[in-house]
């Protein structure tokens, strides 16, 4: 199984960055230490999720004002927390859209910058059954004929000719279709309603330009 990373598009808002200081030339390995940190550095985020946002339309929002701000949880159908602080965090709302039932959900994976921006990934999660069917696919069907005889009875040459019923065995029209059992019936299952998972992360920054990535399992 492998993982594979794909980035989605979503509106950016840009702001002055900040120059990074140059190092020194120092030994390689007290060169990798700052390096390695900025690549990979973990941006400690608040989030909120649920399953029935309003919206019905997948889609990735990068809210830096009250208004946005607002205008996201909207799109969720709740009231905003009053936590936010313009020009000190930024927020983004990530929509999965309609899904046909219940079982799905967003998974925030990380929060961390990279280099000169900060990157959310995140994961959809689905019911088991559907994520056992994508990561397994089934066996080829069998091609191998079937030869079926006329009455229904596979294979075979012999004739059956009409004879005097056998030990056992009531005769034809004589209260054979009483005896036979109805078929079993196939269980009806519920009929599911449809969700609209989301998730909002706060992140306590606002001076670098935001990506969202979807994390897939293939």
Not at 122 to 149: L, N
Request: proline residues 12%; charged residues 15%; hydrophobic residues 45%.
């Amino acid at each position: 199984m492998r993982l594979s990373a794909k980035t989605a598009p979503s509106t950016v808002h840009y702001l002055p960055r900040r120059r990074l200081l140059s190092y020194g030339a120092v030994t390689a390995g007290t060169l990798l230490l700052p390096a390695v940190g900025v690549l990979a550095q973990t941006i400690e985020a608040r989030h909120w999720s649920g399953a029935t946002a309003i919206t019905r339309q997948p889609e990735h929002v990068v809210a830096s004002t009250t208004a946005e701000w607002r205008s996201l949880w909207g799109r969720v159908g709740a009231a905003a927390p009053d936590v936010f602080e313009p020009g000190r965090m930024h927020a983004v709302g990530i929509f999965l859209g309609r899904r046909s039932g219940e079982g799905y959900s967003v998974n925030i994976l990380s929060t961390s910058r990279r280099r000169d921006r900060i990157v959310v990934v995140f994961e959809e999660r689905m019911p088991a059954d559907i994520m056992m069917a994508q990561r397994s696919s089934p066996p080829p069907p069998s091609t191998r004929p079937v030869a079926t005889a006329p009455s229904g009875f596979a294979g075979g040459g012999a004739s059956f000719a009409p004879s005097a019923p056998a030990a056992g065995f009531a005769p034809p029209g004589a209260g054979a279709t009483a005896s036979l059992a109805p078929p079993p019936v196939a269980p009806v299952r519920p009929v599911a309603q449809p969700t609209s998972p989301w998730a909002i992360i706060l992140i306590p920054r606002a001076d670098l330009p935001i990506s969202v990535e979807q994390r897939l399992f293939r």
